[in-house]
């Protein structure tokens, strides 16, 4: 791993001067409430919710049938699992989604300016398979809604998918030895088998602001974008804007995009700050197949490889990816449970100066590009990098010259302070805005099994969480559980994680349709001994506590739950994801069988 070059070191007293900035722009910010500053956008504000991109959901009678597997969620997670599944040759398998087609946050997220910020070329899955190219570094977000369409149709996913519909519970029926799928559409079906893709940022979230009922402009969440009040589309010309006073909540990476556009086509922008995001640079560019290497078999599988390695701080022959994620490699390596210091005795100072020399770059950058010293002075982030999602972006910072664009910081009162009928209101002045536009993110870990909105009833009658309660979290290697029979588990969870989280899905979509396809090919059913998950346990323990205060200094947001640090207990592999995939594989080869027990019941 190599640590960014620093010309100039800082001197000790600069470090101690910058570590003491860094804890009191913190302390402006941390709010006791923590997460539960949020609210979430259901009940009497479930309007922030409703899908925008549907007539409603067709009408259809509640299912009775059986299928093979049955796969919660269609984001790129349920697409992959369903795509491997399908080329292991399982043949009935039903992906059910919240939303009115496939793609996940792709499906929801349609905001002006959507891109993804990991290369599209490493960030698009199955592009060997599909033979597709994509021309952009970075795709924009219909091109990559269109490939997770293509991916669903090319492995025959649309026969038995259910959109529009939330499932509601999973009951093991235990002499059966299948698994009872209910839905908020009334569906009642059967399924051999069951794995679970529901995302993490899923449930759009609004401030818990005073008087957010009051506002009696338009007001939408950026996840669902109002193209209908504000006209154009991704890529722009929003015409109703014009002439609007328009303000925008939040300023992360969703912010980050949405900002240039709206500057564009509102009369007048507010951007209404909390914390400033580290905006680097972009290089947004077309590519050649030749360039990307396309001409060749294997080649997004290697250049995927190749990254995973780079951002995991591993190491590579090459940098074939060469942006901003892998130039800030060893930065974002403190991210991972598997920190470590090398064996360097002076590692954490070669660190720290690194993290100094590139923000003190990042905030040099916002002094070269805003010409309003007090503009750019708010909008340099003083916080260590990575603390927060780093966002790149050409467009966001020269927006703030412009003269429809005012900045309005609310650091000192830890965000918007009340809403009224008219607008916003920070440190007593009022701003009226004739549409409120919240790029507020994302609930974190309240959708799936593991947030109880989906009761999972296993063998026994044991409740999951139930079994979970006391001591946490039981799986092995983050998919299966005992007392849980052929329920499989994709997300985060004691599982390996990385920015290009394609990439592990795609790994645990083939892990997934392995498990399934040992235990058809067995007649087994699947499900892992305690004393498996109680080995897998320890070795997620082994997580080095070196990075726990780096999350405890930083900045508050999702990271770090709002200020309060990481959860307690072993809730990831400590090693990497290179090393988890490595691990997978082998498990694979030598010992599925140990999770395969022989079905009591005969086949349906
Ligand atoms: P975030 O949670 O990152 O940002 C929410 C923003 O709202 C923050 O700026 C926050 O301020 C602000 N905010 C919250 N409450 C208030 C308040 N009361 N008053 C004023 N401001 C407030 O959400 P995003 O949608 O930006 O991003 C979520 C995630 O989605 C990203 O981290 C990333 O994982 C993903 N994403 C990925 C993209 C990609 O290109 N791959 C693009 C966009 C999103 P504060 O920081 O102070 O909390």
Redesign the pocket.
């Known amino acids: 791993m190599t640590l960014p070059q620093c010309d100039n070191p800082p001197t000790p007293e600069e470090t101690a001067a910058l570590r003491e900035r860094y804890r009191a722009e913190r302390e402006r ?1 941390v709010r006791p409430e923590g997460p539960g ?2 609210r979430a956008a259901d009940a009497e504000f479930g309007y922030f919710a409703a899908d925008p991109h549907t007539d409603g959901p067709a009408e259809r009678e509640p299912l009775r049938d059986t299928v093979d597997v049955a796969i919660v969620g269609g984001g790129f997670g349920g697409i992959l699992a369903g795509a491997r599944l399908r080329q292991r040759g399982v043949a009935k398998v039903r992906v059910v989604e919240k939303g009115g087609d496939f793609g996940g946050t792709w499906y929801w ?1 349609r905001y002006p300016g ?5 290369e599209s070329h490493v960030y698009l899955p199955m592009l060997d398979e599909t033979g597709y190219v994509p021309e952009w570094k970075y795709a924009p977000g219909e091109e990559i809604r269109r490939h997770a369409v293509r991916i669903a149709e090319r492995s025959g996913l649309y026969e038995h998918a259910l959109f529009s519909t939330a499932v509601t519970s999973l009951t093991w029926d235990e002499p059966a030895e299948q698994w009872v799928v209910a839905t908020d559409r009334g569906d009642e079906f059967r399924a051999t088998y069951v794995i679970t893709a529901t995302g993490t ?1 899923s449930e759009p979230r609004l ?1 818990g ?1 005073p008087g957010i009922e009051d506002y009696r402009g338009h007001t939408f969440h ?1 996840s669902r974008w109002d193209y209908e009040y504000t006209g154009g589309g991704p890529e722009g010309g929003m015409t109703g804007l014009a002439g609007k006073r328009v303000g925008v ?7 980050v ?1 949405v900002v240039p556009m709206l500057a564009e086509d509102a009369g007048h922008l507010y951007v ?4 400033p ?1 580290t905006v680097d640079v972009r290089g947004q560019r077309r590519t050649t197949p030749r360039e990307v290497g396309a001409d060749r078999p294997g080649w997004a599988a290697e250049r995927r490889e190749n990254f995973l390695r780079i951002v995991s701080g591993e190491d590579a022959d090459r940098d074939l990816v060469n942006d901003g994620w892998t130039a800030s490699a060893a930065l974002l390596e403190k991210l991972l449970p598997s920190f470590r210091r090398d064996g360097e005795p002076d590692f954490e100072a070669a660190y720290e100066a690194a993290d100094h020399a590139t923000m003190n770059r990042i905030r040099e950058r916002v002094a070269a590009e805003v010409a309003d010293p007090a503009t750019a002075a708010a909008l340099q982030p003083w916080y260590r990098y990575a603390c ?2 780093p966002t790149f972006s050409d467009t966001y910072l020269p927006a703030f010259n412009r003269d429809n664009v005012t900045l309005v910081d ?1 650091a000192d009162t ?3 302070e009340r809403m009224t009928e008219r607008g916003v209101v920070v440190g007593g002045v009022e701003y009226e805005v004739d549409c409120l536009i919240f ?4 609930s974190v870990g309240v959708s799936g099994i593991t947030s109880g909105k989906l009761p999972v009833t296993g063998r026994g009658g044991v409740q999951l969480l139930h079994a979970w309660a006391r001591r946490g979290p039981r799986t092995l290697h983050g998919f299966t559980s005992n007392g849980f029979p052929n329920l499989v588990q994709m997300g985060s969870l004691q599982n390996a994680s990385s920015v290009n989280f394609t990439h592990i899905l795609d790994e645990q979509a083939v892990h997934a349709a392995a498990l399934v396809a040992a235990a058809e090919e067995k007649g087994a059913v699947i499900e892992p001994t305690r004393e498996a998950e109680d080995a897998w346990l320890a070795v997620c323990a082994q997580g080095a506590p070196d990075h726990e205060w780096f999350h405890a200094e930083c900045t ?3 990271y770090n739950r ?1 200020g309060r640090g990481r959860p307690n207990g072993p809730t990831a592999y400590p090693h990497g994801a290179v090393a988890f995939h490595d691990l997978l594989r082998r498990w694979r080869e030598e010992s599925i069988g140990e999770v395969l027990r022989a079905r009591a019941a005969a086949p349906a």
């Open positions: 910010r500053q949020y997220n959507i891109h993804c910020d990991i940022l401030p602001i950026t909540v939040g300023t992360g990476a969703t912010g995009q209404f700050q909390r914390t995001s927060k999602r609310t830890h965000g918007i790029a507020t993110g994302f508050p947001g999702y709002e």
